[in-house]
């Protein structure tokens, strides 16, 4: 055989053990040896084909693809299903199939706007289409429109009233506040401010006549509040808010106050004051404790794990028994051989560690304070009189809490959010933009997106800015409409079904009124942006 100017001379050696067989490519011997013995290839025969050729328009296979010559022997002809085969092309289908095809979203559509009961200092409306509102305002306009407000007017059905849009939009825009000082911004209130103490710290009868002047505006709130002449209120102190809420307000049927955020020695003067609450914010084992580990009585601190038991299920006997047998832990501890100075370090890091875990939820949502009924009078005198809630420095020395309400009350001034129009370019497209700044209350989101989907004929959409404190009241007010549903085949539970009449005249439009009564859970979420969608009348957030 002639390769390249070279002859040589090969034969093929039959041996009975095992075949060999070569091929002679680029003058390098190349062979293969197959063993008969060999269980791994005793069934196979290989015939090498240099002139084979891959029709990879038929062959599908891995192996093909990667042009590697491994062909089986003939079998008997049977029917395969090729898209059974772990082929390269059925694998990569799969993978595609199962990992690159994403769920589509679904939008999800309301008919109803939740309820947000965070206080917001801002909101932003957008549109592609101008709002029907322009900052000059006709004097029928503003008169329509203040007297509307302060009336509760329903003026959709008023024929005397002027029920132009812009009449409508600067009703909504109208809240009632209390105190009132021109140069200071009374909302919100932020202790960051840093600016010199105000001229009022030290003019003690200046001081005395603006706490005269809110105490008389904060009874007659609270007065209201109880004969159910107003839904809700806010007070607005430097380190905390309070939302007082009317019987019958989210299924809640006696009325009802949140306080967030609170700190231990705040909880602790209410404790103090017999104020009970629980933290409904807080985990299952503390949210119902309105008692904490370290003013607890000295002989039932010696082991918590005793305070969680329940008396009532306990014997009489048994309760005489162990009353007579409880014994001071100190008397306990000495009986052990420890010296007095050992107890007392022992009494100091237990009160410091039960200190350290009330005040882990300082300043959190966790820390929100919930009270109803009785407790909700009590909270009210305890402010009336608690000196604390005025700050003695800063900007806002000597300056009472806000109070913000929907109605009219004894004190309160006449405000309206301050409006501003702008246009917005975003994404090559023109967007005309109205922003709403001041205490923005929860009336007031739904009240404005009422009267702008009448007048409006595009979608529109809204952003919020919440005041953060205030966040904790909707999930909060969330988790109690669903304890108030896990009792509503208790006693004392019918008088939800009056809740809606009973608050007739609370100054809240009758379709509105319905909505703020619903012991639903699900009405009531925080919004951070709301869009309406004029083709079905529906809202998505």
């Known amino acids: 055989m002639e390769t390249n100017g070279g002859i040589l001379s090969l034969s093929l050696l039959k041996i009975h053990t095992y075949n060999l067989s070569f091929i002679i490519t680029n003058k390098i011997p190349t062979f293969k040896l197959y063993f008969r013995n060999d269980t791994t290839h005793a069934n196979k025969k290989v015939k090498v084909d ?64 939740p309820i947000d009961w965070a206080l917001k200092s801002r909101l932003r409306l957008m549109s592609p289409k101008p709002f029907a509102w322009t900052s000059k305002l006709k004097a029928s306009e503003e008169a329509s429109g203040i007297t509307g407000f302060v009336r509760c007017l329903d003026t959709t059905s008023s024929s005397s009233l002027d029920t132009s849009p812009r009449a409508l939009f600067h009703q909504t825009c109208l809240y009632w506040q209390h105190p009132h000082l021109p140069w200071l911004d009374l909302y919100p209130r932020s202790s960051g401010k840093v600016a010199a103490t105000s001229f009022m710290a030290t003019n003690e009868e ?45 299924g809640v049927s006696e009325p009802c106050a949140l306080i967030a955020p609170t700190s231990r020695g705040f909880r602790q003067t209410l404790r103090q004051e017999d104020v009970e609450f629980t933290m409904p914010l807080r985990s299952d084992g503390k949210r119902k404790l309105n008692v904490s580990d370290d003013e607890k009585p000295k002989n039932s601190s010696f082991d918590s794990c005793y305070d969680t038991m329940d008396e009532g299920c306990k014997p009489e006997a048994e309760k005489s028994d162990s009353a007579d047998e409880e014994e001071d832990p100190d008397q306990f501890l000495s009986q052990l051989g420890l010296e007095t100075e050992v107890i007392k370090k022992i009494n100091n890091n237990q009160t410091r560690m039960a200190q350290t875990a009330e005040s882990s939820v300082d300043s959190a949502a966790e820390s929100l304070v919930f009270v109803r009924g009785v407790d909700a009078q009590a909270l009210f005198n305890f402010l009336l009189n608690c000196k604390s809630v005025v700050s003695p420095t800063g900007p806002f020395a000597g ?143």
């Not at 319905?514 to 969608?533: E, I, M, T």
């Open 206 to 250: 200046v001081k005395k006549a603006l706490h005269r002047e809110w105490t008389e505006s904060f009874r007659s709130l609270f007065q209201l509040l109880r004969a159910l002449h107003c839904p809700y209120f806010y007070v607005c102190a430097n380190t905390f808010t309070v939302l007082f809420r009317a019987a019958g307000l989210c």
């Open 399 to 541: 300056v009472p809490p806000t109070l913000l309400a929907p109605t009219a009350f004894h004190g309160g001034t006449l405000h309206s959010l301050k409006v501003s129009e702008k246009t917005v370019v975003a994404d090559g497209k023109k967007y005309f933009s109205i922003d709403l700044r001041g205490p923005i209350l929860p009336t007031t989101v739904h009240t404005l997106f009422n009267v702008l989907k009448k007048s409006s004929s595009a979608n529109f959409s809204a952003t919020f800015a919440h005041h953060q404190p205030t966040l904790a009241f909707t999930f909060a007010a969330k988790s109690i409409a669903e304890d108030e549903n896990a009792k509503e085949n208790e006693p004392n539970h019918f008088s939800k079904a009056f809740n809606k009449e009973n608050l007739s005249d609370c100054g809240i439009s009758e379709s509105m009124l319905q909505h703020f009564c619903s012991p639903d859970p699900a009405v009531v979420r925080p919004l951070d942006s709301v869009k309406y969608n004029t083709d079905d009348d529906t809202y998505s957030w």
């Open 50 to 113: 240099t002139d084979m050729c891959l029709d990879e328009s038929k062959d599908k296979t891995l192996f093909t693809l990667l042009k590697l010559p491994a062909k089986v022997p003939q079998k008997p002809a049977q029917e395969i299903d090729t898209d059974k085969l772990s082929t390269f092309s059925n694998l990569l289908q799969k993978f595609t199939a199962e990992h690159s095809v994403e769920p589509l979203i679904v939008e999800k559509k309301c008919k109803h706007l």
